[in-house]
């Protein structure tokens, strides 16, 4: 198939309109003709790029994710000297790129949570991508926990798996408090957010019997 050449001015409008819409409504809502006039393009030329509505979505998905991956600073996790820095200045660190960033953060956010809705093979292949990035990030945790002294009787893959499970539920509550408090705009406002993260994570590491 012969490969299309994009104009990167038309192409950089067209996936920043993308994400704004999607994130808004999602893809059933979102229509091509209102992303290719915000954009200030024909739908024409949409199509000619990305095939169709599902593969618009694709690439935005790879926009989206590749903007924050170019923007993030890598040593925020790989400077840590333990879990409970890495974990929370981390989380600290995604959250100030969520307020500076919300076009694209609304994107992902909405493309993780309508993930099971999307229409066949669009999920399929959007699954593929979101398990590729999951991986990619979860290896910045895995070198932090490989450098912890754990104790004989615990295996690291247990510890992985319970700290991916309190940062997941962590992460859905803050998504929700940002949501139901539109008015916060620094990393302040959510102080009381990651010190409650800070003790669920000081309850894994040293336990909550007392000894």
Known sequence: MK??????????????????????????????DQIAEEAGVSKGLLFHYYGNKGGLYQATYVYTSEFFYQRM???????????LEMVVDATKYKIELQL?????????MKAYAEMPLLPEPLRESMMERLNADVTRNMTLTDEVIGKLPL?????????????YAILNSETA???????????????????????????KLKILEYGFVEQ
């Open 3 to 32: 490969e299309v050449v994009k104009d990167p001015q038309k192409e950089k409008n067209i996936l920043a309109t993308s994400a704004k819409l999607f994130g808004q409504s999602g893809y059933r809502e979102t229509k091509t």
């Open 73 to 83: 600073d890598y040593s925020v996790w790989t400077n840590a000297s333990d879990l």
């Open 100 to 108: 500076k960033y919300p076009t694209e953060f609304d994107y992902l």
């Open 151 to 163: 104790r004989a009787d615990v295996q690291e893959s247990d510890v992985l798996e319970t700290i």
């Open 173 to 199: 509550k803050i998504q929700q408090e940002l949501s139901q408090h539109p008015e916060w705009k620094t990393i302040e406002d959510l102080m009381p957010t990651i010190e409650r993260l800070k003790r």
